[in-house]
């Protein structure tokens, strides 16, 4: 592991972090950058409402009257370092709550963590929502859609996954999920734009200034910042 040191990110402070870098190729490092990009992308393009109604509607085609107020984010953030956090969440209405993860490395992995973003999110809309799963009422809560955006190199045929096909060898179990898979967008939709997005940012310093982006908005992942 080999320590790398960012100065004067802020005024006053200094930001140390460990990244591993032995053995980096020019050629892995490029693909690292790239990968970043399209992750910071991913965030910055869907935190605008705009946008976000965009996704809403390249994944819902036949819904044409929901609108921006309609959607509201429910994305899990990281206040704490073994929070879980996820890529993107949000809710239409009260009808839908949708996750999506943006992935550049395939993992059938993807699926428990999913799992795990929705018990988390449906955690903090039962707490927003003042309802308590030990009272006898019944829950009332938005259905759930879980979705993963590959941009990755591997081919993958499948456009959806479930716990039960890939850990369990698709026997009925206690508890099921199912993630859809979206490896590319139709008709030049918002999500053809994401998946092709970052191919104007390929130069390397705007790469440097993305990394130090998304570096900066996550300090409390092994980082120690001392402000003078």
């Known amino acids: 592991m080999k320590k790398i040191q960012l100065l004067n990110l802020k005024e006053g402070a200094e930001i140390n972090f460990l990244a591993n870098t032995q053995n980096h190729t020019n050629e892995e490092s490029?693909?690292?950058?790239?990968?970043?990009?399209?992750?910071?992308?991913?965030?910055?393009?869907?935190?605008?409402?705009?946008?976000?109604?965009?996704?809403?509607?390249?994944?819902?085609?036949?819904?044409?009257?929901?609108?921006?107020?309609?959607?509201?984010?429910?994305?899990?953030?990281?206040?704490?370092?073994?929070?879980?956090?996820?890529?993107?969440?949000?809710?239409?209405?009260?009808?839908?709550?949708i996750l999506v993860e943006a992935q550049s490395t395939?993992?059938?992995?993807?699926?428990?963590?999913?799992?795990?973003?929705?018990?988390?999110?449906?955690?903090?809309?039962?707490?927003?929502?003042?309802q308590s799963v030990y009272a006898s009422t019944k829950l009332e809560f938005p259905e759930p859609e879980l979705y993963v955006l590959y941009t990755g190199p591997k081919t993958i045929s499948k456009t959806e996954i479930s716990l039960s096909e890939e850990f369990f060898a698709g026997k009925p179990i206690a508890i099921d999920a199912k993630v859809k898979?979206?490896?590319?967008?139709?008709?030049?939709?918002?999500?053809?734009?994401?998946?092709?997005?970052?191919?104007?940012?390929?130069?390397?310093e705007t790469c440097i200034k993305i990394i130090r982006k998304q570096l900066l908005q996550k300090l409390f992942v092994f980082v120690r910042i001392k402000i003078f």
């Not at 429910?74 to 009260?94: E, H, R, W």
């Not at 490896?183 to 130069?203: A, C, E, H």
Request: glycine content about 2%.
């Open 181 to 204: 898979v979206i490896i590319t967008g139709k008709n030049n939709d918002i999500i053809t734009q994401y998946f092709y997005s970052p191919r104007s940012l390929m130069n390397k």
């Open 30 to 97: 490029d693909h690292y950058m790239k990968q970043t990009v399209k992750a910071s992308v991913f965030e910055d393009l869907f935190s605008n409402k705009e946008y976000l109604l965009q996704l809403y509607q390249a994944l819902h085609p036949e819904d044409t009257t929901v609108l921006e107020s309609d959607l509201e984010y429910v994305t899990l953030q990281q206040v704490m370092a073994n929070n879980p956090y996820n890529d993107l969440g949000f809710k239409v209405g009260s009808r839908l709550m």
């Open 106 to 130: 395939w993992t059938e992995n993807i699926i428990v963590r999913c799992i795990m973003y929705l018990a988390q999110t449906w955690k903090d809309y039962f707490i927003c929502s003042k």
